[in-house]
């Protein structure tokens, strides 16, 4: 007898998740008046306007409609009125019938015109009706002409106008369903219902003010326009509207004619004639001659519903049928589109949808060339640089390619001079094909119009190619891909050991590295992450315990291979602690600290000096195992088959002439031997 009980708290719980967007709003304002009283409910108005909405929980704290400030009262919820003397809204407005439902909800213009109309016996008598019945604001708001028109003629224009407003049946808030019509008693011309996640209603786009008024013949709606009847479809307005003319043709090249005039709920974002002059004709032009940019740019201005301006109280991200998504947000009375208001004119409605006419021309990434991709984005600096070295035909023409394009923070200093090998290196900057990021894995190879092979590294929190991780979201173009990346690239030019031979810091380095045999090991292909001491971090050592290291091939080579890890993590994989098996056994922990890469607590003097088989970090210190002690000897080194200052006194004369190491170069030039050991 005691499992009903769960039964019946899941059941009441299932129906209040089946509340209507509107009656949980409904519900919040009356949790946020009951201190007031009974059935009070807080309303949010618009300072210096009549407009109220019943408010949510976000709009509660933010005490904003539109941007604009709000100021909290307390009122009857709908259905419930004062007892004076009393606390709150204790009592159920008297239950009578529409016509005098009418002037108790704040809708007496409606109940006049009903009277004058001959309206007033049909919602007096018997029967089940709904009426969405105008605000005596809205009548006020309709212009002179409009309502001369309707009042001359009572019998038959005011009598249809009234009738369109009516439904021949009960309808509560939980039956105005999203997307759904009804049909009116005018003629059964359908009304379009719209009712969205905020709890905003809309009913041809006017919106409900007051809901759910009972009458013992029906139901009471107040909304806050005069509603007309509509018969063309999204297609025929656009047939119709001289401003869109040159819409009118584009929608034509595109074949989209069949979808704006067929069945459903779309919103067009109507460029007007004037939107399409503001578009440099170079780019219109290129648009307009391409079959699919066109077609992507015209599906950009469509949403995949109708959305209404009164429903947008705060910004929204929308999808298009591109496939992209606008914010749309309002600013007061206007409304706006990725924050600018360039909507003309709005709330035009069709029988499959609503028409808001722009005066900007909305163009998506996918209709825009590379070159104007980055233009737009934080990349802006690039473009500058890539059209100084002559590469612009490469970005804005019908090639497939990939920009790889350091951000403008990379060029705060300025941008560097063109030359040959900047030209070289920028072209190493064009990826041939069109890529997308979300395709790319570890390991990847990628070919470059300058004939290098770049590759690809996938770490926990980046996505890097070579040195170079990618710094914002891909942006894909109609025939190339944007990839924002956060440093100029450097492509590998040699193993790691021709890195090393290359650069006269590593000269002792790389003695050491011949002397111990390990030069094979670091020529081959691998994946290789090397700390690479620089002659002045063998300087730095004490002379006893350098003469020692010197002096022991095996302890070398042991040193040697805790600078190596077999793994490839650049500067852009080190976000926290990030831990590194090197090839001695030991770890390697290398971490960020103040945007410096440390590497055991040691910082890195230069990040990411690429070879094409790992990635070199220059270090001032030579790195100790925590294993590792030097060992007790004479004078003379344990093993003296080091030729490590032969080399290095033919790489660096630098190196040879430094009064600390050369005395241990004579010790051990005399006592060479065969080299042994390796990875």
């Not at 109220?52 to 709000?70: A, L, M, V």
């Not at 709904?130 to 005011?158: G, Q, Y």
């Not at 706006?336 to 900007?360: Q, R, S, W, Y």
Request: hydrophobic content about 40%.
């Amino acid at each position: 007898m005691a499992r009903p009980l769960p039964l019946l708290l899941l059941a009441l719980g299932l129906a209040a998740a089946a509340k209507s967007p509107y009656q949980q709003v409904l519900q919040h304002s009356r949790l946020r008046g009951r201190q007031h009283g009974p059935n009070v409910c807080a309303v949010q108005k618009l300072i210096g306007t009549n407009r109220k909405y019943f408010t949510n929980c976000k709009q509660w704290y933010q005490r904003k409609i539109c941007g604009k400030s709000t100021v909290i009262s307390y009122e009857c919820c709908p259905g419930y009125e004062k007892v004076p003397g009393e606390k709150g809204c204790p009592a159920a407005l008297p239950l009578s019938n529409i016509y005098e439902t009418l002037g108790v909800v704040g809708s007496a213009t409606t109940q006049l015109y009903s009277d004058r109309s001959n309206l007033r016996p049909e919602i007096e008598g018997p029967g089940s009706f709904t009426i969405f019945a105008p605000s005596n604001e809205a009548w006020a708001s309709l212009s002179a002409e409009t309502l001369d028109s309707l009042v001359s003629n009572v019998n038959i224009e005011l009598l249809n106008a009234l009738r369109y407003h009516m439904v021949d049946k009960r309808v509560l808030t939980d039956d105005l369903k999203h997307g759904t019509t009804l049909n009116s008693m005018y003629q059964n011309l359908p009304i379009q219902i719209h009712h969205y996640p905020n709890g905003i209603v809309t009913v041809n786009c006017a919106r409900l003010l007051k809901a759910d008024h009972h009458a013992t013949n029906g139901v009471v709606h107040v909304i806050d326009k005069v509603i007309a009847t509509t018969t063309n479809t999204i297609q025929q307005i656009i047939e119709t509207e001289d401003s869109l003319e040159t819409l009118r043709t584009a929608v034509a090249a595109s074949d989209l004619s069949s979808l704006l005039e067929s069945e459903g709920q779309y919103t067009l974002l109507a460029p007007t004639n004037e939107a399409f002059e503001k578009i440099p004709r170079e780019t219109l032009n290129r648009i307009l001659g391409d079959p699919k940019a066109l077609r992507d740019l015209l599906n950009h201005h469509i949403l995949k519903s109708a959305m209404c301006a009164e429903a947008i109280i705060a910004g929204l991200t929308m999808e298009t049928l591109e496939g992209a998504t606008l914010d749309m947000g309002c600013s007061g009375e206007e409304l706006t589109l990725n924050g600018k208001p360039i909507i003309a004119n709005k709330d035009v409605l069709a029988t499959n949808g609503v028409v808001h006419f722009v005066n900007e021309l909305l163009i998506p990434d996918s209709a825009k060339t590379v070159f104007e991709l980055a233009q737009e984005s934080e990349v802006s600096k690039s473009t500058d640089l890539f059209r100084q070295a002559g590469l612009s035909s490469h970005l804005t023409g019908s090639e497939r390619v990939t920009l790889l394009a350091p951000v403008n923070n990379v060029f705060k200093d300025g941008l560097p001079v063109i030359d040959s090998n900047m030209r070289n290196l920028l072209l190493n900057h064009i990826v041939k094909d069109q890529l997308s990021s979300k395709y790319l894995y570890h390991g990847q190879k990628l070919q470059t119009l300058g004939d290098k092979e770049l590759r690809v590294f996938v770490y926990r929190n980046n996505l890097c190619i070579e040195n170079a991780c990618i710094a914002a979201h891909d942006k894909r173009g109609r025939f190339g891909t944007l990839f924002s990346v956060d440093k100029m690239l450097t492509p590998p030019t040699g193993s790691v050991m021709d890195v090393l031979k290359a650069d006269h810091r590593f000269s002792t380095l790389v003695a050491a590295i011949q002397s111990a045999g390990l030069t094979e090991n670091l020529n081959r292909p691998g994946t290789f992450t090397v700390f690479a001491p620089t002659n002045e971090a063998f300087q730095a050592m004490p002379q006893g315990e350098l003469n020692k290291l010197l002096g022991n091939a095996k302890e070398l080579a042991n040193i040697l291979k805790f600078h190596v890890a077999d793994e490839i993590v650049v500067s852009g994989a080190v976000t926290a602690l990030v831990r590194l098996k090197s090839m001695q056994g030991d770890k390697l922990e290398v971490s960020m600290k103040n945007n410096v890469i440390h590497i055991n607590k040691e910082p890195v003097a230069e990040s990411d000096i690429m070879a094409t088989n790992g990635v070199i970090y220059a270090v001032n210190s030579v790195l100790q195992p925590q294993a590792s002690r030097p060992q007790e000897r004479g004078d003379e080194p344990a093993d003296p088959a080091l030729e490590i200052f032969k080399q290095a006194s033919a790489l660096s004369k630098v190196s040879q002439r430094n009064p600390r190491l050369a005395p241990v170069y004579s010790r051990i030039l005399a006592r060479m031997k065969e080299n042994s050991g390796g990875f």
